[in-house]
């Protein structure tokens, strides 16, 4: 298959887009290192892989901890001899309301989560990828922060924007090294990021041009392409999988 003996690090692999990655890149053959911090749900997920006959380890922690990004890297290193890539996915909106109301603690949070976690995470994921001879890395961003201003997102669309400027500064420094890193800007997906009230996804569908919300396994589409080698010359890009959200007006 496609990435057969390719190894990958999948965070945020406990719920909606990272979950639906993590199936898909094993279905395709890949080993995964399945991350977050709730372990019952990599468990099941591992599970779920295993009796698909794939493989993936779970090793549970909070991408806030540097030291969880090193542990990854080992992992990979030690369960499946290296690394192939990663999709640095895990995020949070954290609380949301506008700047004068929002606590700084909240602030550091979502950038912690969302922005601190893929330094880490690069930090680490790089020197293994050169000694594998090049690789990919896909941190998911949003549209939140690059194409649209959101009110009481302000952390959220910092931390994503700011994931955009490192992908490009990452891409530059370690393209010689054949390592791709891209950003992923999904739409507004049916996951538990999105909630369960019917009337926000109604208008959250509206803001959309395909007037509906993106699937999780649509998303995983995008990044399985971007960590393959289907995307060989794709490196230091911002991909809009949005549902035509960014070029909406009505
Ligand atoms: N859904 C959307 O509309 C949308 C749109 C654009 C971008 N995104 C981005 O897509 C990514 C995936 O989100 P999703 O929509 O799939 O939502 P989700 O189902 O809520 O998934 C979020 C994932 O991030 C993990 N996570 C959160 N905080 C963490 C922490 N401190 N340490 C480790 N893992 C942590 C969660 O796992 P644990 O709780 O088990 O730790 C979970 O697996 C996020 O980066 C999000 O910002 C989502």
Same mark, same amino acid.
């Not at 094993?26 to 698909?52: C, H, P, T």
């Not at 700047?99 to 909240?106: A, I």
């Not at 896909?138 to 922060?145: E, L, Q, R, W």
């Given at each position: 298959?496609?990435? #057969?003996?390719?190894?990958? /690090?999948?965070?945020?692999? +406990? &719920? %909606?887009?990272? *979950? =639906?990655?993590?199936?898909?890149?094993?279905?395709?053959?890949?080993?995964?290192?399945?991350?977050?911090?709730?372990?019952?749900?990599?468990?099941?997920?591992?599970?779920?892989?295993?009796?698909?006959?794939?493989?993936?380890?779970?090793?549970?922690?909070?991408?806030?901890?540097?030291?969880?990004?090193?542990?990854?890297?080992?992992?990979?290193?030690?369960?499946?001899?290296?690394?192939?890539?990663?999709?640095?996915?895990?995020?949070?909106?954290?609380?949301?309301?506008?700047?004068?109301?929002?606590?700084?603690? #909240?602030?550091?949070?979502? /950038?912690?989560?969302?922005? +601190? &976690? %893929?330094?880490? *995470? =690069?930090?680490?994921?790089?020197?293994?990828?050169?000694?594998?001879?090049?690789?990919?890395?896909?941190?998911?961003?949003?549209?939140?922060?690059?194409?649209?201003?959101?009110?009481?997102?302000?952390?959220?669309?910092?931390?994503?924007?700011?994931?955009?400027?490192?992908?490009?500064?990452?891409?530059?420094?370690?393209?010689?090294?054949?390592?791709?890193?891209?950003?992923?800007?999904?739409?507004?997906?049916?996951?538990?990021?999105?909630?369960?009230?019917?009337?926000?996804?109604?208008?959250?569908?509206?803001?959309?041009?395909?007037?509906?919300?993106?699937?999780?396994?649509?998303?995983?589409?995008? *990044?399985?392409?971007?960590?393959?080698?289907?995307?060989?010359?794709?490196?230091?890009?911002?991909?809009?999988?949005?549902?035509?959200?960014?070029?909406?007006?009505?």
């Amino acid at each position: 298959m496609e990435l #057969n003996d390719k190894t990958f /690090i999948v965070t945020g692999a +406990s &719920s %909606g887009i990272g *979950a =639906a990655a993590a199936l898909l890149l094993a279905a395709k053959g890949a080993n995964i290192v399945l991350g977050a911090r709730r372990q019952a749900e990599l468990d099941q997920l591992a599970g779920q892989i295993s009796q698909s006959n794939g493989k993936a380890v779970c090793l549970s922690g909070d991408v806030r901890d540097e030291m969880y990004a090193l542990a990854l890297v080992n992992c990979a290193k030690d369960e499946f001899g290296g690394l192939d890539g990663a999709f640095n996915n895990a995020g949070t909106t954290g609380e949301m309301g506008p700047v004068p109301d929002m606590q700084s603690d #909240n602030w550091h949070n979502v /950038i912690d989560v969302n922005l +601190s &976690s %893929g330094f880490y *995470a =690069a930090k680490y994921q790089i020197p293994l990828l050169c000694e594998n001879g090049g690789g990919s890395i896909v941190f998911t961003s949003s549209f939140v922060g690059h194409t649209v201003g959101l009110p009481g997102m302000a952390a959220y669309a910092a931390a994503k924007a700011g994931l955009i400027g490192m992908t490009q500064v990452l891409a530059a420094e370690h393209g010689a090294e054949n390592i791709r890193v891209n950003a992923l800007l999904p739409g507004g997906t049916m996951t538990a990021m999105a909630g369960d009230d019917p009337g926000f996804h109604e208008v959250v569908c509206g803001l959309h041009a395909l007037k509906r919300m993106a699937e999780p396994s649509e998303i995983a589409q995008v *990044a399985l392409f971007l960590l393959s080698e289907n995307a060989s010359f794709a490196t230091g890009s911002a991909i809009v999988a949005d549902g035509g959200n960014s070029i909406n007006k009505f």
